[in-house]
């Protein structure tokens, strides 16, 4: 059977922005395929009763220091975006639109880019539709696309089900039945797909 790594995601997190510029390389050097599973922290947190770190002012202080660690060690770009927190029931549910489609890395890589390199109004429709436009969706498509019940219940499950294995936020990964939680907890993520 061969090695895998689930990897519930929200885009509104920046810790899961951090670990998808480095999960899909941890699971290359060990042979792994990466299942991302689109999830809503805000049901999440809900379920559980946890809240943002960004609701804490000297967790959030500290945590803005720990990205900028975290972003220089992994030498990618990272800007803490101006309109954090994001409501991104929309964007969540395009990523199970668009992973159903075959095209979840082309999206998720735009709705990154403008969420934590660029700093974009990710609540503002017309600035999603120019974020998509730019790689060729049209806002009616998406529209279209994010409004399918089908759509809607698989991020509902998905939610469901991450809560039910444990998941209090986000990034949350499971090799096997093992959880890990955090972008800082990549290395155990690593060294249990090493072990096979």
């Given at each position: 059977?061969?090695?895998?790594?689930?990897?519930?995601?929200?885009?509104?997190?920046?810790?899961?922005?951090?670990?998808?510029?480095?999960?899909?390389?941890?699971?290359?050097?060990?042979?792994?395929?990466?299942?991302?599973?689109?999830?809503?922290l805000?049901?999440?947190f809900?379920?559980?009763?946890?809240?943002?770190?960004?609701?804490?002012?000297?967790?959030?202080?500290?945590?803005?220091?720990?990205?900028?660690?975290?972003?220089?060690?992994?030498?990618?770009?990272?800007?803490?975006n101006?309109?954090f927190?994001?409501?991104?029931?929309?964007?969540?549910?395009?990523?199970?639109?668009?992973q159903q489609r075959?095209?979840?890395?082309q999206?998720?890589?735009a709705?990154f880019s403008?969420?934590?390199?660029?700093?974009?109004?990710?609540?503002?429709?017309?600035?999603i539709?120019?974020?998509?436009?730019?790689?060729?969706?049209?806002?009616e498509?998406f529209?279209?696309?994010?409004?399918a019940?089908?759509v809607?219940?698989t991020?509902?499950?998905n939610?469901?089900?991450?809560?039910?294995?444990?998941?209090?936020?986000?990034?949350?990964?499971?090799?096997?039945?093992?959880?890990?939680?955090?972008?800082?907890?990549?290395?155990?993520?690593?060294?249990?797909?090493?072990?096979?």
């Amino acid at each position: 059977m061969s090695k895998s790594v689930e990897f519930f995601f929200d885009f509104g997190s920046p810790t899961v922005y951090l670990a998808a510029t480095q999960l899909p390389k941890i699971a290359e050097r060990h042979g792994a395929t990466v299942l991302w599973r689109p999830f809503l922290l805000g049901g999440v947190f809900k379920a559980t009763g946890n809240v943002s770190p960004a609701t804490v002012p000297a967790k959030s202080r500290y945590m803005g220091d720990d990205l900028e660690r975290f972003a220089q060690r992994y030498e990618v770009p990272f800007l803490f975006n101006p309109f954090f927190p994001v409501n991104t029931l929309a964007l969540m549910r395009g990523a199970v639109a668009y992973q159903q489609r075959g095209r979840l890395d082309q999206y998720s890589e735009a709705i990154f880019s403008a969420m934590w390199v660029t700093g974009k109004d990710m609540n503002e429709p017309t600035i999603i539709a120019e974020v998509l436009g730019a790689i060729g969706i049209g806002a009616e498509d998406f529209l279209v696309a994010i409004a399918a019940q089908d759509v809607k219940e698989t991020l509902k499950s998905n939610t469901e089900e991450a809560v039910k294995r444990g998941a209090f936020g986000a990034p949350t990964f499971f090799v096997g039945d093992e959880m890990f939680f955090g972008q800082d907890r990549l290395d155990f993520v690593e060294a249990t797909l090493a072990a096979g």
